[in-house]
């Protein structure tokens, strides 16, 4: 395979728009957080089945949290990894940038995997939020 600067190039605009992506997802969480925080934690209820909900809640914003962080070190890294794959490349190191470009695709990949993950939880949380909605219709 020969790698040359297009190819490993074509991969900087992206990486910064998955970090910008991962960022935003990060601001949202910490936001929700806050709000939960500032809402509810002066006069919990341990008792009370919303209490329970909304630890629940935490709890599964904490991992969310968790994961995102992960994703934007994956994605920094990534975009580092990158920018020594295009000086390899620059400076005629064939295999070394080769090897560099194979690194930027797995950390990408995982980056990726962690976020599906991510919206999956997001997704389960928020309907579990709609079903509170459905059993207050009926």
Do not use: C, W
């Not at 020969?2 to 490993?8: E, N």
């Not at 929700?32 to 919990?44: F, P, Q």
């Amino acid at each position: 395979m020969i790698l040359d600067l297009t190819t490993a190039a074509l991969m900087l605009p992206a990486i910064p728009f998955i970090m910008l992506s991962f960022g935003t997802r990060f601001t949202v969480v910490s936001e929700l957080i806050r709000k939960i925080h500032d809402e509810y934690a002066s006069n919990i209820d341990l008792d009370d089945l919303r209490a329970k909900r909304m630890l629940g809640e935490i709890s599964t914003l904490k991992t969310r949290l968790k994961i995102i962080q992960v994703n934007q070190t994956l994605a920094s890294m990534s975009f580092l990894v990158n920018l020594f794959t295009v000086f390899a490349i620059y400076t005629g190191y064939q295999k070394l940038s080769e090897l560099f470009f194979g690194i930027v695709l797995f950390l990408l990949m995982l980056a990726i995997i962690l976020f599906i993950i991510e919206i999956a939880i997001a997704t389960k949380s928020l309907t579990l939020h709609l079903k509170d909605i459905d059993s207050i219709d009926k």
